[in-house]
């Protein structure tokens, strides 16, 4: 049988990204007996989830819910995933709806096993999007350790391609074929979960936070893989002009968000991560000194407890007042954060050796085939006679549990479209 | 079932590099494997093909592939034999020990032997089907319990809906105005609950009973049955699963008088508010004259360790929606909201960003120190405001914005004739939420849900959504219960465990330690087994000292003749250790090491348990007298943020251990000989540390002395 074929043989829920989201999604739909399609854009699934360091409020690492999801995925033969792969027409009404799915090449088959003898002999680097941009990999690399499938791949905009093939060459298994092509499936669907997720805000735009200008301020997405065993520093916290400890850190908050410059929204989770990471950097630097400047501190329902325990830490002083601006001295490294200081009144100069932004989460994707989008980007459902509902954080932001707990709502929504269907 | 066992070692991903791949073969033989094959790559297509040939062909059904990871290519090894078992020779061998070295050899053969034996003692499971009811039970009928009746039926599930007040609708039927749900997320809301209310009345697939409470839930999901009390008299009903949707109520505003709660009639709560705008205009209580101007204060009761120390979450935008309907009511009217953060995330700012687009809505953030009336007015003092250190306001009436109480608070609601107690377990401050960040509807009664207000504070919005997450947990937990198959974390696994009851002496332990009140009692205290609320984690195989609880493939012999199984060594320089590991942290870590290269102790035999709360002590008896020098437990972290996928299984090993720990000192065998560290499953890279650590300390009290024995 084709893949062609066997993507319709039945009419499936198509569930468009591979976080948490949409991996809850495919998995809750799954194990309540209907068919399922993931059709993920990277070449993993997991999506951001994956490359935090520990969640809020338990402090726990994302990859333990992960590993049960994987393994729920791997036994499930009810669920296709597709990586590398977009959905980029749908047609036909609520009946007899059809996605199209065009699927790049990965160069490299199933029978790679991930020993990693290319990975050895690949002369090409590129830039470790998985690490924030923070290292780089090869060529031909595995994104992360828990990394799902477990099969390399190769990226195709930097490979030398067969005039290279070293990597053809050294593998065992015939794994590597640089000759695969962009394939396309037609895929029959009766309802569509958009779970596209978010991206985080590009801090270069803020042009008074110094992002891109000054070494040592760097966004939350980076000071997660700083934590992180598995990140490029193997989880040690320091400033990257000079990998220094860190003696004083300051979080901005709203860095982006409720701005009617850039997001004019909340991104409700930064306050719970800066905190949160500010966890992270006592529990490496105890003596450091943590300043959290920010507008309101918004830690709905239990979560409170979380934000009180952080702030009655002995290390952080909370400010309350929006950044105005951040500037390096390019010679010690040290950044100058100016912050209006709303409770106590005037303009404070604060410095650090390493500011981080808490930066906000915009949707990832707009313009799917078939979805409805609102003025900020966000899903709201169909735009045509396909049943299509938003998940997580292409809807709203929202927090891990938020997601999930959005998710499991959109698998039944999505088992009443296929009954009707 | 007559077991052929065929082992299959694969020497490819450096396997073949580091062993010696033939003399495991010769070893595997010689130990039970009828049929023992060696390959370079058995995930691909040769070796393959050469697998399923035995299988088809030489009648091979029971396989051991000693590969790679039992995590990895489970696509290419998803093979259709009542057993089998995946030996790991590659990640906790190859990759991550000394190539072509004895110890590493020794390692790699006690593996495959220890494999060998787990086939040996395992019989292919046989699923408990029982004909099961697919009814699904919906408790409380406000907005959640609505919605999650109108989503189990539109998936075609049949529902009995049980409210307790006469009529649908909980107190949203009582609300003048609702949040904005959609964009631009500006504008209020009519409340949906008395549509949605009709819709329910109308739907054949539901069958609602109003004035009703739950006189007791006996059974297990697909055998509940429901004693449900009405004036009528009491019916009992067969139901499949539960969604417990009793929402919350108002934090008791009489506990309040520090904001003048009770000082005045003019200091109300957020719900009177909301009665008194339903009903008409917004005046003063004391007068009935018009409200001109209205102060709100925020986090009453909420926040406040003297009353709710959490926050309520919907609150702020309340308070915000109730502003702007006294002013659309009566632009004469000045509203002030003296808040402490204002919490309205994600879209919630567009309608915060609507009320401070509002003259007459005055928004500041404040610590209310006094409340008092006089003069007819209210005066309301405040430190720490935008306006200054300390401020006065007054305002004709004074809005008490209260907090959420989960109705669970006040009594058990189901009253489920359970061993463990009448009511769905709560965790902090009454709310049955889950603890699980990824599986936010896992409760610890199975087939039991809760959704809403009664398990978090939520707005409308997330009350619809988290209904219809609810209903689905509810209809999937039927869907794999009537194949006889378990539920998260386990999903599919269709083992269940055998008691055999003739040697139990009723020391209550399984039924008390079952994390999710699975057994039930006689009035001896024999354990009742209720298969389907089990999730086959083996805590009460763990916990029973007689030994009598085991699942057809896993068990008590297994583990014990897997420990037997290691060769000791007859040199005394080579300390021989076991390892007993959660699989779903520890032994995914060690793969991480392995893919990582990082090299550890060859001493230490690990296997791997369906959660640590099934390590039952005599393992550690049977490690110790076969002369190991010691045991490793490795489990998940436990206490306030546990991770333990089964609750409390590492916790209760822990507890165990505590008290084999004392009965080692006894037989003057050291305590620290037995250790177990929390690991978390991101830890990878403190696992040699761990393990050396171990291996290093236990060299300081000298070889066992059973050793050789």
């Known amino acids: ?421 | 079932m007559e077991k052929k066992i065929g082992v299959y070692i694969c020497s490819g991903c450096g396997i073949g590099e580091s062993l010696n791949v033939e003399k495991l073969a010769a070893v595997a033989q010689r130990k039970g494997g009828q049929v023992v094959k060696t390959h370079p790559c058995f995930c691909g297509e040769e070796g393959n093909a050469l697998l399923a040939n035995d299988v088809a062909s030489e009648g091979v059904n029971t396989v051991v592939i000693a590969a790679c990871s039992a995590r990895a290519m489970t696509d290419a090894f998803r093979i259709d034999v009542p057993i089998l078992e995946r030996v790991n020779l590659r990640e906790h061998v190859a990759w991550s020990h000394e190539p072509n070295d004895e110890h590493t050899q020794q390692l790699a053969e006690d593996y495959l032997i220890m494999g060998i034996v787990r086939v040996q003692k395992t019989s292919p499971p046989e699923p408990n089907i029982q004909d099961i009811s697919k009814v699904v039970l919906v408790v409380g009928g406000g907005l959640t319990g609505i919605s999650a009746a109108l989503d189990a039926a539109e998936a075609g599930s049949e529902v009995i809906l049980i409210e307790k007040s006469p009529r649908l609708g909980g107190w949203l039927a009582g609300a003048w105005k609702d949040l904005p749900s959609t964009a631009p997320y500006r504008d209020l809301e009519t409340p949906q609950v008395a549509e949605k209310a009709r819709l329910v009345q109308a739907n054949a697939k539901i069958r609602v009973i109003t004035g009703a409470s739950i006189e007791k839930i006996a059974g297990a999901p697909g055998l509940f049955d429901a004693t449900v009390k009405t004036e009528a008299g009491e019916e009992t009903i067969r139901v499949g699963a539960i969604v417990l949707a009793t929402g919350s109520r108002p934090y008791d505003a009489t506990k309040l008088a520090h904001l003048g709660f009770g000082s005045s009639p003019d200091v109300i709560t957020a719900a009177d508010l909301e009665a008194m705008a339903v009903k008409g205009e917004i005046h003063r209580p004391s007068d009935r004259k018009k409200a001109k101007s209205v102060l709100f204060i925020q986090c009453a009761g909420s926040r406040d360790e003297a009353h709710l120390p959490y926050c309520s979450a919907t609150c702020c935008a309340t308070s915000l929606k109730q502003a702007m309907y006294i002013r659309e009511r009566n632009p004469e009217a000045e509203v002030t909201i003296v808040y402490r953060d204002m919490r309205t995330p994600g879209q919630g700012e567009f309608f915060y960003q609507r009320a401070q687009e509002d003259p007459g809505i005055f928004l500041t953030k404040g610590v209310v120190t006094g409340v008092t009336a006089a003069g007819g007015k209210i005066q309301v003092a405040a430190k720490d405001t935008l306006l200054g250190p300390d401020v006065k306001f007054e305002a004709d009436l004074v809005v008490l914005a209260t907090g959420m109480v989960p109705t669970t608070v006040d009594e058990p609601i189901l009253n489920l004739a359970y061993r463990q107690g009448p009511a769905l377990p709560t965790l902090k401050y009454g709310f049955p939420d889950s603890h699980f960040i990824c599986f936010p509807y896992e409760t610890q009664r199975t087939g039991i849900y809760a959704a809403g207000t009664v398990r978090a504070p939520m707005d409308s919005a997330a009350v619809v959504q988290d209904a219809a997450g609810a209903a689905l947990k509810a209809i999937q937990c039927l869907h794999l219960t009537a194949q006889g198959k378990a539920v998260h974390p386990r999903v599919g696994d269709d083992s269940f465990p055998d008691f055999f009851l003739n040697r139990c002496t009723q020391c209550k332990r399984c039924t008390e330690e079952c994390p999710f009140g699975t057994l039930d009692e006689d009035e001896k205290g024999t354990p009742k087994p209720n298969p389907t609320r089990c999730r086959r984690c083996g805590v009460c195989m763990g916990a029973c000292p007689e030994r009598i609880i085991s699942f057809k493939n896993y068990s008590i012999d297994m583990i014990a003749s897997m420990i037997k199984a290691v060769d000791v060594s007859d040199d005394e320089d080579v300390p021989t250790f076991l390892g007993l590991i959660c699989e779903n942290d520890a032994y995914p870590a060690l793969d991480m090491a392995g893919l990582a290269r990082i090299k550890y102790s060859p001493h230490i035999r690990f296997i791997p348990l369906r959660c640590l709360g099934g390590t039952n002590l005599v393992w550690m008896a049977e490690a110790m007298s076969k002369g190991l020098e010691g045991v490793l437990l490795i489990g998940c972290k436990h206490g306030e943020n546990y991770q333990c996928h089964f609750v409390k299984g590492s916790e209760l090993c822990s507890i165990r251990l505590s008290k084999v720990q004392e009965t080692l000192n006894r037989l003057q065998l050291e305590s620290g000989r037995i250790r177990m560290v929390q690991l978390a499953i991101n830890e990878f890279d403190q696992l040699p540390g761990i393990v050396d650590q171990f291996i290093e300390d236990v060299k300081e009290f000298g070889p066992n002395p059973f050793r050789g024995m």
């Open chain 1, 1 to 421: 049988m084709t893949e062609q074929q066997a993507a319709q043989q039945t009419k499936a829920v198509l569930v468009v990204g591979g976080g948490i989201g949409g991996l809850t999604v495919a998995v809750e739909t799954a194990e309540a007996g209907w068919p399922v399609v993931v059709v993920e854009k990277n070449a993993f699934v997991g999506g951001r989830v994956a490359a935090n360091h520990l969640y809020f409020p338990k402090m726990c690492p994302p990859t333990c819910g992960l590993e049960i999801n994987f393994q729920r995925l791997r036994k499930n033969p009810a669920i296709k995933i597709l990586t590398l792969a977009e959905v980029t027409k749908v047609s036909g009404g609520a009946k007899d709806a059809v996605a199209t799915v065009t699927v790049k090449p990965r160069y490299v088959n199933e029978k790679c096993t991930a020993c990693g003898k290319c990975i050895e002999v690949c002369p090409v680097s590129r830039p470790d999007a998985f690490n924030a941009g923070l290292g780089t990999t090869k060529a031909v690399y595995l994104a992360h350790a828990m990394a799902h499938p477990q099969r390399l791949v190769i990226d195709g905009s930097v490979c030398l391609g067969k005039s290279c093939g070293k990597c053809a060459t050294v593998c065992p298994y015939g794994a590597i074929d640089l000759d695969m092509k962009e394939r396309t499936l037609e895929i029959p669907v009766g309802a569509m979960a958009v779970a596209t997720g978010w991206l985080p805000y590009d801090a270069k735009r803020i042009d008074t936070l110094g992002f891109g200008t000054s070494k040592n301020v760097i966004t939350n997405a980076m000071m997660e893989r700083l934590a992180a065993p598995s990140g490029v520093t193997g989880g040690k916290i320091q400033r990257p002009s000079d990998g220094a400890a860190p003696k004083r850190v300051i979080f901005v908050q709203c860095a982006g968000s409720r701005d009617r410059l850039h997001l004019p929204y909340c991104s409700a989770v930064c306050c719970l991560a800066s905190l949160k990471q500010a966890g992270y950097v006592r529990a490496q630097h105890p003596d450091a000194e943590i300043t959290m400047c920010y507008i309101d501190v918004r830690a709905p329902g239990k979560l409170e407890d979380f934000s009180v325990k952080a702030q009655a830490e002995h290390n952080i002083t909370m400010l309350k007042g929006k950044v105005a601006k951040v500037t390096e001295n390019a010679a010690t490294g040290e950044v100058t954060v100016e912050v209006e200081d709303i409770l106590g009144g005037g303009i404070r100069r604060l410095t650090a050796d390493l500011v981080v932004l808490a930066t906000g989460m915009p949707p990832a994707t707009t313009g799917l085939p078939g979805v409805a989008y609102d003025t900020n980007g966000f899903a709201t459902g169909p735009s045509g006679a396909v049943p299509v509902f938003a998940v997580g954080c292409a809807k709203k932001p929202l927090d891990v549990a938020g997601t999930v707990q959005d998710a499991t709502g959109v698998a039944l929504k999505a088992i009443q479209a296929m009954a009707r269907s």
